[in-house]
Nanobody, 129 residues
Framework: QVQLVESGGGSVQTGGSLSLSCRASINITSRFGCMAWFRRALGKEREGVAAIRTEGTTTYSTSANFVKGRFKISADNAKNTVALQMNNLEPEDTAMYFC???????????????????WGQGTQVTVSS
């Protein structure tokens, strides 16, 4: 059974940084895999944050909630992990962050949740002002 396990969440003050990590229980480099980060704030819908294809192509959300350059997604294929570096965090970034994966035939690093087959349990990020 495929498992995704997130870690790295926590509480920071405005302007702080956090690095999230998601480890997959299988080889993420198998046939055009993609992994992504999503988040869901209390009372809001789930939204995509960033996605990466195993060959390195990345996609970032174009939502107005995001400031360009604050988030960076990266993958360590040898460790079957994907990371999300978040800098200059704001209270609006407070949410449960989820890792998602599609391990085969993922031709585009998408931030749409319907494009992913597997999900982690989530890790909470809280940013205080």
């Amino acid at each position: 059974q495929v498992q995704l396990v997130e870690s790295g969440g926590g509480s920071v003050q405005t302007g702080g940084s956090l690095s999230l990590s998601c480890r997959a229980s299988i080889n993420i480099t198998s046939r055009f895999g993609c992994m992504a980060w999503f988040r869901r704030a209390l009372g809001k819908e789930r939204e995509g944050v960033a996605a990466i294809r195993t060959e390195g192509t990345t996609t970032y959300s174009t939502s107005a909630n995001f400031v360009k350059g604050r988030f960076k997604i990266s993958a360590d294929n040898a460790k079957n992990t994907v990371a999300l570096q978040m800098n200059n965090l704001e209270p609006e970034d407070t949410a449960m962050y989820f890792c998602a994966a599609k391990f085969v035939n993922c031709y585009r690093a998408s931030t749409s949740p319907t494009d992913y087959d597997y999900w982690g349990q989530g890790t909470q990020v809280t940013v205080s002002s």
